[in-house]
């Protein structure tokens, strides 16, 4: 049992943390939720001794604990999967799993024993990757398996997940899901920290609710609630900013003189074939596939990363994209990518650098010499536009939380005023306040005339916030999903099977036994 | 989230205060990362001249200006690669090799000020060389600019034969210029403060001095903004290789001989320079003025010890141990300062 009481903690004059009592029962999956900035990676930290507190006490099975650093809190049988991903690409994937823990014989490290700890581990994640194969080779979600898998490698007594599904398909989330069934029986105690309510709801035993660095609502069993409820108690007295859920519309029928985002026969080899896609202005258009189905290609294309074999691609204004990614973004497409920290901020820089790095920087639109003031009164304009929360724009990036630095990554690109926004999951990792108000953009930036095309790893975003879904199969579109059709449901089935549902409910149910 | 009909979205925060701007010179002077080799620069002069009040007479001070240009202006070039990410160890070479060229063409009967121009254009371009080596061979800087220290220095060797070339005599107006002074300040201190005056507007103003932070900071995140990355990385070698040429051209100006021996270890005495001013070698951040700064106190240093009467086989020691000195006490001050920056932050 892992115990906290009246953990304290403040930065300066900023309270984090101000007297958080958590109770974690061995055996138990208990979700820790609440907005950003609520505390939760605040005590995760103290949890895992990254963060030392300024008062309380913390207790495993009864015994006081004094974390002196992370290493230490391994040792103890503490072991956390962080969101940020922590692994060494230049390292195999069994070198990973035992940093700083080889087995050794000897002086020598003992791979073999090594490989017979993890294979069992890797096989129950159902993580299908070699043991020599280098970690930089491997795709986003295997790096977040094997995270989980080197945490569980330590055989830890206490397990904490942050936010371990955001780089996720449902498949491999339901996998996690049976592993933390299965720690659950072997009595670990597990907290599970994520923002997908749905997720937590359906694996978690009790749920502990952060608000304002205090527990709203303390270890209450999970099956007493439900999203909304949760929802409700994150956010307190603040009303729930969610997006209007999209009115049912029948099909569109794509007008061809329209002006569009248009892709022409386009063929990438091995990854897309002969692909037609006309995206209208205004329009919220997704992506959808499983991993390698092409639906990531076509983002590749439209940015100008990947020059296609065949066809073409045309924007718009009838302007056929130019070459390489300068090319597309001087075209006014922007790309606004999940993974942020590698490819959508400086964090070392404030605010107002950042917002200014598309337009003023890249593009010289403001001519010869940069006027730092200007670019900072335009910066607070997007601040007040996007409700970034942040005492000024001289702030440095990375001390917003995960939402507020998506939205100056998308305040820089508003700031370029782009015709095409190519949204590589936009959302991953964001709370659902910020989330609900990004999805809120969306729709206002197609009232405003832009082209959006959405690729998420979240099926139910996907459903939620777009006009049409195209969906990819082996490198071609299989089906495009509106109206009624538009469901997380039918999507996930497509996606799998490849297999368009025709009209009405019985053929759901045959590409259902196709899959099966 | 699904089946959550819900209402428009109000704002639930107060707005974010509006932008900070801000002002008072003292302020601005407080915040400058060269803060540290400033005070550093004085106190150390004002300690020497305490023993050796000789050394506080400015023909002296003047004379130190005047050493430190050439590092100086090397020093320029390199905090603008280090923001970067990059390195250029080819620097003392190219300021060889330029000194060399600028020697042998005015000596072959052309203008020196042309044969000055000249050489600065072809710093330039042993610079581009350098650029083109890096994008194209996709060798890490490093690499690419020890293999050219080792050719441009071989280069000026074999064209020199080894010895001594004379450059324009003593009485021509070019040497006249370059080793006159205005008011006691030598030209060629002048020419370091215009330079270290003009990059710092290049790197804080232009959209090329953002660009080559931005790259700095985050290089992925720069190229997936649209910022040319090579085009940028080639203007910053050029940049870099002709301020080598304007070092090498002064030299020339100033002892109107080239040596073919001339700079080695510039290269390093350059970092030494920018990483003392306050340019981290993590990227992202530069001080040119700092740079500058540096160079002069490497040279505070370097006349220092010859008036404490150090032995001069203990002098490269003593340069080291001082470099060593002001990086850590800077690196104390920056700790500090990002400490009590981290305590006023909030994570919101």
């Given at each position: 049992?892992?115990?906290?009481?009246?953990?304290?903690?403040?930065?300066?004059?900023?309270?984090?943390?101000?007297?958080?009592?958590?109770?974690?029962?061995?055996?138990?999956?208990?979700?820790?939720?609440?907005?950003?900035?609520?505390?939760?990676?605040?005590?995760?930290?103290?949890?895992?001794?990254?963060?030392?507190?300024?008062?309380?006490?913390?207790?495993?099975?009864?015994?006081?604990?004094?974390?002196?650093?992370?290493?230490?809190?391994?040792?103890?049988?503490?072991?956390?999967?962080?969101?940020?991903?922590?692994?060494?690409?230049?390292?195999?994937?069994?070198?990973?799993?035992?940093?700083?823990?080889?087995?050794?014989?000897?002086?020598?490290?003992?791979?073999?024993?090594?490989?017979?700890?993890?294979?069992?581990?890797?096989?129950?994640?159902?993580?299908?990757?070699?043991?020599?194969?280098?970690?930089?080779?491997?795709?986003?979600?295997?790096?977040?398996?094997?995270?989980?898998?080197?945490?569980?490698?330590?055989?830890?007594?206490?397990?904490?997940?942050?936010?371990?599904?955001?780089?996720?398909?449902?498949?491999?989330?339901?996998?996690?899901?049976?592993?933390?069934?299965?720690?659950?029986?072997?009595?670990?105690?597990?907290?599970?920290?994520?923002?997908?309510?749905?997720?937590?709801?359906?694996?978690?035993?009790?749920?502990?609710?952060?608000?304002?660095?205090?527990?709203?609502?303390?270890?209450?069993?999970?099956?007493?609630?439900?999203?909304?409820?949760?929802?409700?108690?994150?956010?307190?007295?603040?009303?729930?900013?969610?997006?209007?859920?999209?009115?049912?519309?029948?099909?569109?029928?794509?007008?061809?003189?329209?002006?569009?985002?248009?892709?022409?026969?386009?063929?990438?080899?091995?990854?897309?074939?002969?692909?037609?896609?006309?995206?209208?202005?205004?329009?919220?258009?997704?992506?959808?596939?499983?991993?390698?189905?092409?639906?990531?290609?076509?983002?590749?294309?439209?940015?100008?990363?990947?020059?296609?074999?065949?066809?073409?691609?045309?924007?718009?204004d009838g302007s056929p994209l130019k070459a390489g990614l300068r090319g597309a973004i001087s075209q006014g497409v922007a790309i606004v990518s999940g993974d942020r920290k590698r490819f959508g901020v400086m964090l070392d820089k404030p605010i107002w650098d950042n917002i200014g790095q598309v337009s003023s920087v890249a593009m010289r639109r403001d001519g010869m010499f940069i006027r730092a003031s200007r670019i900072r009164e335009r910066a607070g304009e997007h601040v007040r536009r996007l409700g970034i929360k942040t005492p000024s724009v001289d702030q440095e990036v990375g001390m917003l939380s995960g939402g507020n630095q998506q939205k100056v990554v998308f305040a820089k690109w508003l700031e370029a005023k782009p015709t095409v926004l190519l949204l590589d999951d936009p959302t991953r990792g964001?709370?659902?306040?910020?989330?609900?108000?990004?999805?809120?953009?969306?729709?206002?930036?197609?009232?405003?005339?832009?082209?959006?095309?959405?690729?998420?790893?979240?099926?139910?975003?996907?459903?939620?916030?777009?006009?049409?879904?195209?969906?990819?199969?082996?490198?071609?579109?299989?089906?495009?999903?509106?109206?009624?059709?538009?469901?997380?449901?039918?999507?996930?089935?497509?996606?799998?099977?490849?297999?368009?549902?025709?009209?009405?409910?019985?053929?759901?149910?045959?590409?259902?036994?196709?899959?099966? | 989230?699904?089946?959550?009909?819900?209402?428009?979205?109000?704002?639930?925060?107060?707005?974010?205060?509006?932008?900070?701007?801000?002002?008072?010179?003292?302020?601005?002077?407080?915040?400058?990362?060269?803060?540290?080799?400033?005070?550093?620069?004085?106190?150390?002069?004002?300690?020497?001249?305490?023993?050796?009040?000789?050394?506080?007479?400015?023909?002296?001070?003047?004379?130190?200006?005047?050493?430190?240009?050439?590092?100086?202006?090397?020093?320029?070039?390199?905090?603008?690669?280090l923001a970067m990410r990059e390195l250029d160890l080819s620097v003392g070479s190219v300021y060889a090799l330029t000194a060399l060229a600028c020697a042998m063409l005015a000596d072959s009967g052309m203008n020196p000020w042309l044969a000055a121009l000249v050489s600065i254009v072809a710093g330039g371009l042993l610079g581009l060389f350098n650029a083109l080596l890096i994008q194209y061979f996709g060798l890490p800087s490093i690499v690419a600019t020890l293999a050219t220290l080792a050719m441009f220095r071989g280069l000026t060797l074999a064209l020199s034969d080894g010895t001594q070339v004379l450059g324009p005599p003593v009485d021509d107006p070019f040497s006249q210029v370059i080793s006159g002074d205005v008011l006691g300040v030598p030209v060629t201190g002048i020419v370091l403060v215009v330079?270290?005056?003009?990059?710092?507007?290049?790197?804080?103003?232009?959209?090329?001095?953002?660009?080559?932070?931005?790259?700095?900071?985050?290089?992925?995140?720069?190229?997936?903004?649209?910022?040319?990355?090579?085009?940028?990385?080639?203007?910053?070698?050029?940049?870099?290789?002709?301020?080598?040429?304007?070092?090498?051209?002064?030299?020339?100006?100033?002892?109107?001989?080239?040596?073919?021996?001339?700079?080695?270890?510039?290269?390093?005495?350059?970092?030494?320079?920018?990483?003392?001013?306050?340019?981290?070698?993590?990227?992202?951040?530069?001080?040119?003025?700092?740079?500058?700064?540096?160079?002069?106190?490497?040279?505070?240093?370097?006349?220092?010890?010859?008036?404490?009467?150090?032995?001069?086989?203990?002098?490269?020691?003593?340069?080291?141990?001082?470099?060593?000195?002001?990086?850590?006490?800077?690196?104390?001050?920056?700790?500090?300062?990002?400490?009590?920056?981290?305590?006023?932050?909030?994570?919101?």
């Amino acid at each position: 049992m892992l115990e906290a009481q009246g953990i304290r903690k403040a930065y300066g004059g900023v309270v984090a943390l101000a007297g958080v009592d958590l109770t974690v029962r061995a055996g138990s999956v208990h979700a820790l939720l609440g907005e950003n900035g609520a505390g939760k990676s605040t005590l995760v930290k103290v949890l895992v001794g990254a963060v030392t507190p300024d008062a309380g006490v913390l207790r495993l099975g009864g015994k006081e604990l004094t974390v002196a650093n992370s290493a230490d809190a391994v040792d103890q049988g503490i072991a956390v999967v962080s969101q940020e991903l922590s692994l060494f690409p230049d390292l195999d994937v069994l070198s990973n799993l035992f940093p700083m823990r080889e087995y050794r014989r000897g002086p020598l490290v003992d791979r073999r024993r090594m490989a017979a700890k993890a294979r069992p581990v890797l096989d129950e994640l159902g993580l299908d990757i070699g043991l020599d194969d280098p970690v930089e080779d491997l795709p986003l979600d295997q790096r977040q398996l094997l995270e989980i898998a080197r945490a569980l490698v330590a055989d830890p007594a206490v397990l904490i997940l942050d936010e371990p599904t955001s780089a996720l398909h449902s498949r491999e989330t339901e996998r996690l899901h049976d592993v933390l069934r299965r720690l659950r029986k072997r009595d670990v105690a597990v907290v599970y920290v994520s923002h997908h309510l749905e997720d937590v709801l359906a694996v978690c035993d009790e749920v502990t609710i952060m608000r304002d660095g205090r527990v709203a609502v303390p270890s209450v069993p999970a099956s007493t609630l439900t999203v909304d409820r949760i929802v409700q108690h994150m956010l307190g007295d603040k009303v729930a900013a969610i997006v209007e859920e999209r009115t049912q519309q029948g099909e569109q029928v794509v007008d061809h003189g329209q002006p569009a985002l248009r892709l022409e026969n386009v063929t990438v080899p091995g990854a897309l074939e002969d692909v037609d896609l006309a995206v209208p202005c205004g329009r919220v258009v997704g992506l959808a596939g499983i991993a390698g189905a092409g639906h990531r290609a076509v983002l590749d294309v439209a940015s100008g990363v990947t020059r296609p074999t065949r066809g073409r691609v045309v924007l718009p204004d009838g302007s056929p994209l130019k070459a390489g990614l300068r090319g597309a973004i001087s075209q006014g497409v922007a790309i606004v990518s999940g993974d942020r920290k590698r490819f959508g901020v400086m964090l070392d820089k404030p605010i107002w650098d950042n917002i200014g790095q598309v337009s003023s920087v890249a593009m010289r639109r403001d001519g010869m010499f940069i006027r730092a003031s200007r670019i900072r009164e335009r910066a607070g304009e997007h601040v007040r536009r996007l409700g970034i929360k942040t005492p000024s724009v001289d702030q440095e990036v990375g001390m917003l939380s995960g939402g507020n630095q998506q939205k100056v990554v998308f305040a820089k690109w508003l700031e370029a005023k782009p015709t095409v926004l190519l949204l590589d999951d936009p959302t991953r990792g964001i709370d659902v306040g910020a989330k609900a108000e990004i999805y809120n953009l969306f729709r206002e930036l197609a009232d405003g005339g832009a082209v959006q095309l959405v690729s998420s790893s979240d099926p139910r975003e996907l459903a939620a916030v777009c006009d049409e879904v195209v969906v990819f199969h082996e490198g071609k579109v299989c089906a495009r999903l509106s109206g009624r059709h538009l469901d997380a449901h039918t999507l996930l089935e497509v996606m799998n099977t490849g297999i368009p549902p025709s009209d009405g409910e019985p053929d759901r149910e045959t590409a259902g036994r196709h899959a099966g | 989230m699904s089946g959550a009909t819900v209402s428009a979205p109000t704002p639930t925060e107060p707005s974010p205060t509006a932008p900070t701007q801000r002002n008072g010179f003292g302020r601005a002077l407080l915040a400058q990362e060269y803060l540290g080799v400033l005070i550093a620069t004085l106190g150390l002069v004002l300690v020497i001249g305490a023993f050796y009040p000789r050394f506080l007479q400015f023909d002296q001070l003047m004379a130190i200006l005047n050493q430190a240009t050439y590092v100086g202006i090397l020093a320029c070039g390199m905090a603008f690669l280090l923001a970067m990410r990059e390195l250029d160890l080819s620097v003392g070479s190219v300021y060889a090799l330029t000194a060399l060229a600028c020697a042998m063409l005015a000596d072959s009967g052309m203008n020196p000020w042309l044969a000055a121009l000249v050489s600065i254009v072809a710093g330039g371009l042993l610079g581009l060389f350098n650029a083109l080596l890096i994008q194209y061979f996709g060798l890490p800087s490093i690499v690419a600019t020890l293999a050219t220290l080792a050719m441009f220095r071989g280069l000026t060797l074999a064209l020199s034969d080894g010895t001594q070339v004379l450059g324009p005599p003593v009485d021509d107006p070019f040497s006249q210029v370059i080793s006159g002074d205005v008011l006691g300040v030598p030209v060629t201190g002048i020419v370091l403060v215009v330079v270290a005056v003009v990059l710092t507007v290049v790197l804080r103003a232009t959209p090329f001095g953002y660009r080559v932070r931005s790259i700095g900071s985050n290089p992925d995140a720069a190229l997936f903004s649209g910022i040319p990355v090579n085009r940028v990385r080639m203007q910053a070698f050029v940049l870099s290789g002709a301020l080598g040429g304007l070092a090498g051209v002064l030299t020339i100006g100033y002892l109107g001989a080239a040596d073919p021996n001339t700079g080695s270890g510039y290269e390093l005495l350059a970092i030494a320079a920018a990483v003392i001013g306050g340019t981290s070698l993590a990227g992202g951040k530069a001080t040119i003025v700092g740079a500058a700064l540096g160079a002069v106190l490497l040279g505070v240093v370097g006349s220092g010890l010859a008036y404490f009467s150090v032995p001069i086989n203990w002098n490269q020691f003593a340069t080291g141990a001082v470099i060593l000195g002001a990086v850590s006490l800077d690196s104390a001050v920056r700790r500090r300062r990002r400490r009590a920056r981290a305590g006023s932050g909030v994570h919101l």
